[in-house]
C-alpha cells in the first residue's frame, strides 16, 4: 500500500513558479510508476505528467511541455513537479497518484488529497 501527500501549492501571479512535491509512504513506492494529474473548472481529472519507476522515461501533456518538468528522489520517496511560467489556465486542484506511468487516470491505484495551485493576477 502507499499513502500520498501533496504540498506546495499556493496563489501565485503569471509567469512565476512553483514547486510541488509529493512524499509517499510505502516500501513500493521504489518500483512504482508516478503521475500528476489536476482538476480544473473546465476538466474533471486532466493528466500533466508522469514518471516511470527510475525516472528513466517521462511524459507531459502538451500545454505544459517546456514549462513543467517531473522527477523523482526515491531514497526521499517522493516526486516532485516543478512548474515555471505558469498561466492562469494552471490553476486547478494538482493530485498525486501511484501505480502506473501512463497518461490514464485509471491505471493508477493510489492518490493523494490534492494541493491548490491558482494563478491569477
Known amino acids: 500500500q502507499v499513502q500520498l501527500v501533496e504540498s506546495g501549492g499556493g496563489l501565485v501571479q503569471p509567469g512565476d513558479s512553483l514547486r510541488l512535491s509529493c512524499a509517499a509512504s510505502?516500501?513500493?513506492?521504489?518500483?512504482?510508476?508516478m503521475g500528476w494529474f489536476r482538476r480544473t473548472p473546465g476538466r474533471e481529472r486532466e493528466f500533466v505528467a508522469a514518471?516511470?519507476?527510475?525516472?528513466?522515461?517521462?511524459r507531459y501533456v502538451d500545454s505544459v511541455k517546456g514549462r513543467f518538468t517531473i522527477s523523482r528522489d526515491n531514497a526521499k520517496n517522493t516526486v516532485y513537479l516543478q512548474m515555471n511560467s505558469l498561466k492562469p489556465e494552471d490553476t486547478g486542484v494538482y493530485y498525486c497518484?501511484?501505480?502506473?506511468?501512463?497518461?490514464?487516470?485509471?491505471?493508477?491505484?493510489?492518490w493523494g488529497q490534492g494541493t491548490q495551485v491558482t494563478v491569477s493576477s
Open positions: 514518471i516511470s519507476w527510475n525516472g528513466g522515461s517521462t
Open positions: 510505502g516500501r513500493t513506492f521504489s518500483y512504482s510508476g
Open positions: 497518484a501511484a501505480g502506473s506511468s501512463g497518461g490514464s487516470w485509471t491505471s493508477y491505484v493510489y
